[in-house]
């Protein structure tokens, strides 16, 4: 006689459209480092200067001038959002769920910080414009890293939601 095993994980329990949460952070923590590289903001300043702001190229440049704010970004930045993806992941397909409901207060916190990373370039794009002498332009690469930070917000909000279901 076979025993009915229950399956252990969220990701052989989850029906409908929460079976996409995992696939979709593994989406996300591969295209995280396509938005290192791409262009965030543009930058004119009148007719003659133009600059694109890549986040990798930022850092480099913020290393040389102020190592503080430097840790500051990478650690809430870049860290924290990878950080945040890796455990998503985890939670999904290796923990079990009990484990899971242990850990998904933690993972709410944990997408709270990486969002300081998104104020911190609206920020930017306020201070640079309410300057008056140039122009910004949002390019791709803020959208898709916006995009990410916010759908990793919205997994967390499932992985709950998939958890209370599967719970009644």
Partial sequence: ??????????????????????????????LFPVVLFAPLLTTKIWFYYRNDIVLWRGLCD????????????????????????????????????????????????????????????????IAFKGVGFGAVEVQYGLYVYTLLILTSLFLNLAVKRALSQISS
């Fill in 62 to 125: 913020l290393y040389s001038v102020d190592k503080f704010l430097f840790a500051v970004i990478v650690v809430f930045g870049i860290l924290i959002p990878v950080l945040k993806m890796i455990a998503t992941i985890l939670c999904w397909y290796v923990f079990d769920i009990e484990s899971v409901r242990k850990y998904a207060d933690s993972l709410s916190q944990l997408g709270r910080l990486s969002m300081l990373d998104v104020m911190l370039f609206a920020m930017f794009i």
């Fill in 1 to 30: 006689m076979s025993k009915n095993v229950r399956p252990k994980t969220l990701a052989q329990r989850a029906r409908g459209g929460y079976a996409l949460v995992g696939p979709i952070s593994i989406l996300l923590l591969i």
